[in-house]
């Protein structure tokens, strides 16, 4: 969906002015650590995927994605997933107290689990029967896609033409995924000139992004 989060090529938005990373602290406060902890741990219970947390930061109105710095969009995000999957009630959030019975068929991995499960990461690699569509050098425009779901093809570069740069093979595809469908497609790094995003700049300007390939059609 094209939302508060979806910032690409926007104008008017203001100087981007970030922090010296020298200078930057992994956390600014100690909420920020606390709620970055909460997503964690509850992603680990297995009720939803990456993709779904996501989309759940993602389905705020787009001023009050706007308005939250980042911890507070995951904050908003991972409430909104702990109830729709029923873990915690509107009561419950509202009071910060237990008042109903913890479900007891969640997977809760040992600590000895978690420490497997970060080191490992979550890989999204999938074989696939298919041959790629694709080769590096072809060119491809990106379908534009009006859609309410999750998509990962950003709004700026819908519709323009790049180059195949590199085919990274098979991987999940997201906006199946946040339906709960673990469907692999292939996945490619697709140049783009500034000139065919933006209208102008010079020979030397490129952008590179990893587009699946239900987002791109022949050019």
Known sequence: MQGGHDLGGKQGLGPIDPEPESEEPVFHSEWERRIFGITLAAGMLGQWNID???????????????????YENWYEGVCKLLLENGLISETELLNGT????????????????????????GPTQMELESPPKFQPGDQVRV?????????????????????????????????????????????????????????????????????????????
């Not at 991987?171 to 000139?195: C, I, M, T, W």
């Open 98 to 121: 237990v008042s109903e019975p913890v479900v007891s068929e969640l997977r809760v991995p040992s600590r000895e689990d978690v420490e497997k499960i970060l080191n490992s990461g």
């Open 143 to 219: 379908n534009r896609n009006y859609t309410n779901g999750h998509t990962r093809a950003p709004a700026y570069v819908q519709g323009c033409i790049g180059e195949i740069a590199m085919h990274h093979g098979g991987h999940v595809f997201p906006d199946a995924n946040v339906k709960g469908q673990l469907q692999g497609e292939h996945l490619y790094a697709v140049r783009f000139s500034s000139k065919n995003l933006w209208g102008y700049g010079n020979d030397n300007s490129e952008v590179t992004i990893d587009l699946w390939e239900p987002y791109l059609a022949k050019a």
């Open 52 to 70: 779904q947390s996501r989309f759940a930061r993602e389905r705020q109105h787009p001023a009050d994605y706007l308005r939250n710095s980042y």
